[in-house]
């Protein structure tokens, strides 16, 4: 789930890109505590994309999760996590209001142990990746 702070949310309501921060297991093995995540807010969402949205319940809470398909009444939103919970198999469909913006892109900061130039190399190859609609995994998900 990422964490966005107020003034960042203002931001959002100028720009339409922003940043956000992972916390917690529920989209391994897509996105890992700590990523970091550009997201474009008003985007349109199409199944399998990943979204960033308030809880339905605690709307001031931010949650990061894959929009699986669009049903009567919202976004039914899943987990890449099956173990982790906190999707739509527990609180139901998310208003079409409640879902921010669309993940676009996502980077893992370098942490101070990676010290030598073979860790700086590899960091480098693997620390920026786009975040990729997975139809398949949309129409896998719905399964659950």
């Known amino acids: 789930m990422p964490e966005l ?6 931001r959002a ?7 956000a921060e992972v916390t917690g297991p529920s989209m391994v093995p897509t996105l890992y ?3 970091r995540l550009v997201v474009q ?6 199944p399998g994309d990943v979204v960033v949205l308030r809880h339905p ?8 999760k ?3 398909e669009r049903r009567e009444g919202g976004w039914w939103v899943l987990g890449d996590n099956a173990y982790a919970g906190g999707d739509s198999t527990d609180y ?3 208003p079409e209001e409640l879902v921010l913006g669309k993940v676009w ?3 893992r900061p370098r942490t101070s142990a990676r010290r030598s130039p073979l860790a700086l190399v590899r960091w480098a190859l693997s620390a920026a990746r786009p975040v990729l609609s997975d139809r398949s995994a949309s129409r896998r998900l719905r399964a659950r």
Do not use: K
Not at 13 to 19: E, I, M, R
């Open 5 to 10: 702070s107020q003034e960042t949310e203002r």
């Open 13 to 19: 309501a100028v720009l339409p890109f922003g940043l």
């Open 33 to 35: 505590h700590g990523d």
């Open 41 to 46: 807010y008003g985007a349109r969402i199409r």
């Open 57 to 64: 319940f605690q709307q001031d809470l931010l949650v990061v």
């Open 66 to 68: 894959r929009a699986a």
């Open 92 to 94: 139901g469909t998310v």
């Open 105 to 107: 892109f996502r980077y």
